[in-house]
């Protein structure tokens, strides 16, 4: 039996624009995202002579077919036309499910990198991260990770400079958002500020981090606040804590602060942690 271990990073989104609906349903976006170091474990057992299984070491996450991991090790096995005699994904999961950070979808990406690997790497990285796109929109990013621009439904990705350093506050709030009816929702609202990712795109390539938090922007966040207005709680306590930048994460629930430093960081966690047991420090992470 041969057993890989490989880490499943978290993202964040630093701009997310939806541009408009397409014919097969799902939105064109534009969106700056980032690897962020809250990470899922997922350990791969091949050859184990048995029917494919997943565990999870907690509850509410699916251990069956649904799961994206097993999807992912499906189209990964379908196109390499390969046979693992058996197969049991196991995950640790420390990332919130339901919070716009991509939990499942960087589980997906996790067993992709791992199998293309164990199997001397029959895909390359972008076709791997093309595989991906089967599997969800925000795989093909978690394959590749790092700071890249992602257009498309998700699949288009480009490189950009690496996010400057810095550590960032993640609050998972109690309430979870469908992110279909979010996207529904925002067909119907008229969208008053879009981020411009050209100018992020110069921020991050001068590296400063000011700018870069200064630009940080989401469509969704507006609609997602005005139905909840703790998410304006969590941004107030960031902001008052030295928070230099603060907005939701993709289609949320979760928000994200860009803190200067792991002191600041720190004091943001004590004053969120009583009312917010899912608020987490976190670095970026350029290479995954
Ligand atoms: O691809 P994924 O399964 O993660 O998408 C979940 C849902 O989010 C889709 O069924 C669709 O309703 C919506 N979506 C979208 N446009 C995207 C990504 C997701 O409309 N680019």
New binding site residues.
Partial sequence: MNTLLEPAFAKINLTLD?LG?RPD?????KSVMQTISLRDDVTLELDTGKPWSVMCQQEGFPTDEENLAWKAAKVFFDTVQKDPNGLNICINKRIPAQAGLGGG?ADAAAVLRALNRHYNSPLSILALAELGSLV???VPFCVVGGTAEVTG??ERLRKLADMPECVFVVVKPDFSVS??EL?QKLDKTAIARRPDHGAMESALLAGELGRVADLIGNVFDPVVTAEHLELNYIKSICNSYGSLGQQMTG?GSAVYAIMPSFEYAAVVCNMLKDNYPQVFISMPVSNV
Wanted: charged content about 25%.
């Fill in positions: 939806v609906k349903g799902y939105h064109d976006i979808s969800g929109s925000d439904r998700g992110t279909p996207y289609s």
